[in-house]
């Protein structure tokens, strides 16, 4: 069994872990609060629910009187600076430091989807959101998959600038068996008299979104489980388990319930929390706009068997960052990063010679404009037979309208990965395969949605994955199964990313060392002309 790291909250100084001890890296702040609640969120002083009672098979404790412990839970911070005065770094900053004034026992708990992705996490692959949750004293954070994103050595480079644990309990090391290099499968936080144990569920579609090439991600359920249960064993009160929405990991957490508490992401719903006596799930949506805040009331003692005995209630209130200020220290070093970049990314790059659509929807259901011309500059420029790009390697998720001045920073928040372009040497059933498998799941708009140049194919959605496929054709001539093709494409889709695992381990007749980025390929190309013309051909016609 892997060792479980120890750590005290972040009021409580010192951090440390087997192997290694952390420096301070993040700046001692002062912290304190004042909050906003909406009226259909249970405040404290409210009717209070029924408590929570869990008998521990773990080691005997001394008893409690109650105890007040505090959780604070937000997920998803991207973004540097805040939208219409909600959200953004240095009002999470102001919230952690308020709520920590007020609340001694606090635990801040990171639910990850943070490391990516982002303009400026394009070139320090999230080293500047590590900076500046240092200076938040985060008390741990859980490693999602966009925490995944850059790369397991990206991640474990993370880790190791961090001044707090993220935790990933259901992923491995292929090569050595064990937790990915500096992060850890559970922690256990230290709150006044209480011990706290933190897990979190990697969704195991990560193997196929991120360029994690080393690291086995697991059914979380099993590993939640056990990693529970080791933890109730070793006798802490409580324990939490962090996850996310991709693949709908959130669901199968929930309908299991391997922790007291489960915090959890689900696009569909900003806020809610739902509570039935002994087991809690609470979710907040992204960028610090509403954090989540559990005030608990937790009380140990020694039950009639002799064995320890936990009860809980919980008060759940919902922060609006909108009325508390921003910290100050936190809002010059965002503003700081900003500033580095900004010189370079308002550059103009050209002008739209019409509407362009980057939301989510319009890039994996059907033909994009933008997508169109992203395969075709990268189908000419490495003089590939056919080009095929995934609707989810091009983000963005706005409108443009017409006669927009494009500039950089807008096509590296279009194209924010590392992608290059690989040039594979394909048979027409491989490439009939590949493409099969973009469409088999356009219903759950998954990233794999197919984008082809000098090719047109039909697409059925009314008939199951696998089978809706119905003609494909390269350079105005059905594809020959046995035909090989000079197949342009990301490289990672070329390691078998997104569902595409029968491109992985094909011939490469152009390296991935050999070729630009493909954003930077795109910035070329329009600002050769200094104009950008999105066309539609009706390349990609889809059935409903």
Request: glycine share 10%.
């Given at each position: 069994m ?16 087997f ?28 009717q ?14 001394a ?13 998803g ?38 490391l990516?992705?982002s ?32 790369g ?33 499968d ?8 209480l ?42 009160d409580?324990?939490?388990a962090m996850?996310?929405?991709a ?10 319930r ?8 689900d696009?569909n ?8 006596g ?18 608990l ?6 039950g009639?068997d002799?064995?320890?005995?936990v ?18 220290a936190?809002l ?6 900003a ?13 739209l010679?019409?509407?362009?659509d ?11 404009a ?29 409108q ?8 950089r ?52 959605l ?18 020959g ?20 695992g ?11 060392r050999?070729s ?12 050769r ?16």
């Open positions: 892997d060792t479980i790291g120890i750590f005290n909250g972040a009021a409580g100084g010192m951090r440390t872990r192997g290694r001890t952390l420096s301070s890296l993040a700046a001692s702040l002062a912290l304190g609060l004042g909050l906003g609640l909406p009226a259909a969120i249970l405040p404290a002083q409210a209070q629910p029924d408590a929570a009672v869990v008998a521990r098979d773990g080691k005997a404790a008893d409690t009187g109650p105890v007040q412990l505090t959780i604070l839970y937000t997920q911070t991207t973004d540097l600076d805040e939208t219409a005065g909600r959200g953004g770094m240095a009002r999470l900053a102001g919230t952690i430091r308020q709520e920590r004034a007020a609340h001694p026992n606090l635990l801040v708990l990171h639910g990850g989807q943070t990516a992705p303009v400026l996490a394009f070139y320090d692959q999230g080293a500047h959101i590590i900076d500046l949750l240092n200076g938040m004293t985060v008390d741990a954070m859980a490693a999602l998959n966009r925490e995944f994103h850059h397991d050595d990206r991640l474990s480079a993370r880790a190791f600038e961090a001044g707090f644990p993220i935790v990933t309990t259901n992923t491995v090391d292929r090569a050595t068996g064990r937790t990915p290099d500096g992060l850890e559970a922690v256990v936080l230290s709150a006044g008299p011990r706290i144990g933190v897990m979190a569920a990697t969704p195991v579609l990560t193997r196929e979104t991120t360029r994690a090439q080393r690291t086995e991600f697991r059914d979380p359920i099993p590993a939640l489980t056990a990693k529970a249960a080791a933890l109730r064993a070793d006798g802490v409580l324990v939490v996850t996310g929405y693949g709908d990991t959130h669901r199968s957490v929930l309908a299991a391997p922790a007291d508490i489960v915090l959890y992401q696009r719903r900003p806020f809610a929390v739902d509570y039935d002994r087991f809690l799930s609470a979710t907040v949506g992204p960028q610090a706009a509403w954090v989540l805040a559990l005030d009331t937790v009380e140990r003692r020694t009639p002799g064995k320890p005995q009860s809980w209630i919980p008060a759940p209130r919902l922060i609006d960052s909108a009325t508390v200020p921003p910290d100050p936190t010059i070093q965002s503003k700081a990063y500033a580095r970049l900004d010189t370079m990314l308002r550059m103009e790059v050209g002008r010679t019409a509407p362009l980057t939301r989510k929807e319009a890039l994996r259901t059907g033909e994009n933008f997508a169109n011309a992203v395969v075709d500059t990268l189908r000419e420029t490495l003089d590939a037979d056919v080009a095929l790009m995934n609707g989810g390697g091009i983000r963005g998720d706005r443009y309208p017409a006669d927009a001045l494009l500039t920073r807008d096509i590296y928040t279009i194209l924010p990965f590392h992608d290059v372009g690989v040039v594979l040497d394909v048979t027409g059933q491989q490439l009939w395969e590949a493409v099969e498998s973009g469409v088999s799941a356009v219903e759950q708009l998954q990233g794999r949605f197919p984008h082809l140049s000098n090719a047109r194919a039909e697409i059925d009314t008939r199951p994955p696998g089978q809706r496929l119905r003609s494909l054709s390269v350079g105005g001539k059905p594809v199964r046995s035909t090989r093709y000079r197949l342009a494409t990301s490289s990672f889709l070329a390691a078998g990313g997104d569902g595409y029968v491109l992985a381990g094909v011939p490469r007749l152009v390296e991935d050999n630009e980025f493909i954003s930077t390929q795109m910035i070329d190309h329009i600002a002309s200094g104009e950008f013309v999105p066309r539609l051909d009706g390349r990609m016609t889809v059935r409903r």
